[in-house]
């Protein structure tokens, strides 16, 4: 943020611009206050925008880190193959150092880490048309995130109306920010979201602060009231108080990483919402890509949770907030064990977190 007072500016939003061999960002530490696009021209500053957190959120982390590559290669001239294959693993592999939790980048990169070999081995092209192809992949990835969240959309938004077996709306809450600008557009927990406004069946949506980065209240309520879906802003203190005094059909958040047996990372208090839910009965769905579950890990033991600078929670922008000299334990994420997970909402289809395997054969890396 620029100052303590924030003024919310009205524009249209879209997190990631890129047109052939250029691409912006909507720098997400100055919203709501500013709005303000900064130029990414290859790896090095893909990485430090990500590791910064100008763009967040696991699906935006893929899709720039990915185009970031794709913008240096456009510039560079490779004279074999074997270069521009070792060029490209090498440069993958930092982009995945740029942040831990969210594994979206690093099964974008073994993903195209196995294309850029595969290239290499076909014989029948040269090295331009292989770096042509590597980066028409990538661009690909901008439309695939559009059309899978519309997808998680409408399954959640089903999934979340079956529950309630009447005609009535519903009031769900989310946390963090999962929507336009932390996807390539529409969003995954926030697209199921958009999709119940969009058949009339949203009463409202109540939104948390999310601190100590305040995602929802700087870039959630951001699109909520740009998009003028009736919304509730609540400091995330006050979950289980909603809970009790509100009837809240569900609960529908996102995910940095899914494990292979169903537990999820997510942004540091989903946690504690999703054992509030379970006490008060209300189903906690997850909705996320498959390009978000990882097989490879058996449980949320194994998820690396990335510690971010106490500034994050002394200050907000420039003003502090906590006595001076005071230690803080900032962790990004927690871990929400499956079983207080109703269900996982993917592009693919909706599943119990028990069940998980079934999504196995939808992955290209099974
Ligand atoms: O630290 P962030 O802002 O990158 O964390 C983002 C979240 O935890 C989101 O809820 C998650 O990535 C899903 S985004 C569609």
Known sequence: ??????????????????????????????????????????????????????????????????????????????????????????????????????????????ELISLVNSLDRDESINVDVMKLRFIQAIENMLDKDVADNHAIGEYGSQAILNGIKSDKTVRVLTHCNTGSLATASYGTALGVIRSL?????????????????????????????????????????????????????AVVVGADRVAANGDTANKIGTYQIAVVAKHHSVPFFVAAPLTSIDFNIPSGENIVIEERPAHEMTHIGECRIAAPGITCW?????????????????????????????????????
């Not at 919310?8 to 052939?20: D, F, G, P, V």
């Open 1 to 110: 943020m620029a100052n303590c007072e924030g003024v919310c500016e009205i524009m249209t939003l879209k997190a990631i611009k890129y047109s052939n061999g250029k691409l912006e960002l909507l720098d997400q530490l100055l919203l709501p206050s500013e709005t303000k696009y900064i130029s990414i021209t290859g790896v090095e500053d893909g990485w430090h925008a990500i590791h910064k957190m100008q763009v967040r959120g696991a699906p935006a982390i893929a899709i720039v880190g990915c185009l970031s590559l794709a913008i240096e290669l456009q510039k560079e001239g490779y004279n074999s193959k074997k270069s521009l294959r070792q060029e490209v693993e090498g440069k993958l592999n930092y982009l995945v150092s740029a942040r831990p939790t969210a594994v979206n980048m690093k099964i974008a990169a073994d």
């Open 330 to 366: 900032n962790p990004a994420f927690d871990v929400t064990p499956a079983e207080l997970i109703t269900a996982i909402i993917t592009e693919k289809g909706i599943v119990r977190p028990a069940e998980i395997e079934k999504l196995k054969d939808f992955t290209r890396r099974s």
């Open 197 to 249: 406004h969009s058949y009339g069946k949203l009463e409202r949506v109540y939104c948390t602060e999310t601190r100590p980065y305040n995602q929802g209240a700087r870039l959630t309520a951001y699109e909520l009231v740009q998009e003028k879906i009736p919304a509730t802003l609540l400091c995330d203190s006050m979950v289980a108080a909603l809970m009790k005094r509100q009837n809240i059909s």
